[in-house]
């Protein structure tokens, strides 16, 4: 099939590698020159150090032409870019073109998911345009992905034979992918799991141990699927990859900006200091504003998103927070 990548951060190019792998016909988009420059000089992604990319994917700074002939279109933008991208990509998109977000954010103004952010676009902008539109998510951290090591992702469509069409076009013996018709539990899960990860890192830095670690995991995805039910999802959802599954590799690995960042945090940075440290987009820090307001919104209690909100836009002591955490009122663990 003809594909088009839009982002060529680590995760939009480890996936454009797995698709040219894959036999499909790849072009890759990027807002800046010197990245797409590099790309097609070096065949090799700075930030995806010992991996070379296949030889036939193309590389455009232009967006028209990069989504020309196109039967699938990746978005895999910061969040925080999406609308934008979504926006320029119009023009050029044709009737009966798959949309696949591959992003993980809400928007914080809206309130919307990555997969609402570009059908808002399209609604306001293209009206007449068929298309369908797929979540993907899962733990997929890209370093890993780019290195064709095996994990699961999860292609989510409201339309099953459309999932199972973008399930079958990233499928291969080191991708295994499922289907889900619950996009928005995917992308709920794959958003404020940064946020649990943020947790999980300044807890590491501060010195404290796995088990603490093990308990901001656990309780962190009942706060997830308590905001998830409270939107419509289905609960199954966050125990899948694009829940439990995403929470713990983003909590846990070497790999995981979101981590590190914490990490940096718990040891005595600022986020500002630990975010020009790692020289990526941290999504957890994105993602904060819209968890707190659909907490409000909702009702719902997220008392670790709470706390790191407070440390990473207030300024609240890491031990401050976490005493807060501890000496909440006891509660039941069998309700949600």
């Not at 036939?56 to 700074?61: H, L, M």
């Not at 967006?63 to 999406?82: K, N, Q, W």
């Not at 995917?186 to 590491?204: H, Q, S």
């Amino acid at each position: 099939m003809n594909i088009c990548v839009l982002g060529a951060g680590t995760w939009g190019i480890a996936l454009s590698s797995l698709l040219s792998k894959n036999s499909h016909s790849v072009s890759v988009w990027s807002a800046i020159p010197e990245e797409i420059e590099m790309l097609r000089e070096t065949r090799t992604h700075k930030n995806l150090p010992g991996v070379t990319l296949p030889d036939d994917i193309s590389y455009y700074t232009d967006i028209g032409e990069a989504i020309f002939g196109a039967e699938i279109v990746l978005y895999v933008t910061p969040s925080e870019f999406i609308r934008a991208t979504a926006h320029s990509s119009l023009p050029y998109l044709r009737d009966g073109v798959v949309l696949v977000n591959a992003a993980k954010g809400i928007e914080k103004q809206t309130l919307l998911t990555m997969t609402e952010v570009i059908s808002d676009e399209i609604s306001s902008n293209a009206p007449d345009l068929k298309y369908s539109i797929v979540a993907l998510s899962g733990p997929t951290h890209a370093e890993e992905v780019a290195r064709g090591l095996p994990t699961s992702i999860v292609s989510a469509c409201e339309d099953e034979r459309i999932a199972m069409k973008v399930a079958n076009v990233f499928f291969n013996t080191c991708m295994r992918v499922y289907t889900n018709t619950d996009v928005k539990g995917v992308e709920i899960a794959g958003a404020f799991k940064n946020i649990i990860a943020l947790a999980a890192g300044i807890n590491r830095g501060m010195g404290y141990g796995d088990n603490s670690g093990a308990m901001l995991m656990t309780r962190g995805i009942a706060e997830i699927t308590r905001m998830g039910l409270a939107l419509g999802c289905e609960a199954r959802t966050f125990m899948g990859l694009a829940g439990i599954g995403d929470l713990i590799v983003t909590c846990t690995s070497r790999h995981s900006r979101n981590n590190r960042c914490g990490e940096l945090i718990g040891m005595g940075k600022s986020y500002e200091e630990a975010s020009r440290e790692i020289g990526m987009v941290v999504e957890g820090y994105h993602a904060l504003e819209a968890a707190m307001a659909l907490s409000r919104k909702y009702g719902v209690e997220m008392p670790i998103t709470a706390a790191v909100y407070s440390v990473i836009k207030k300024g609240t002591s890491i031990y401050d927070a976490m005493y807060a955490l501890m000496n909440r009122d006891i509660k039941s663990e069998l309700k949600i």
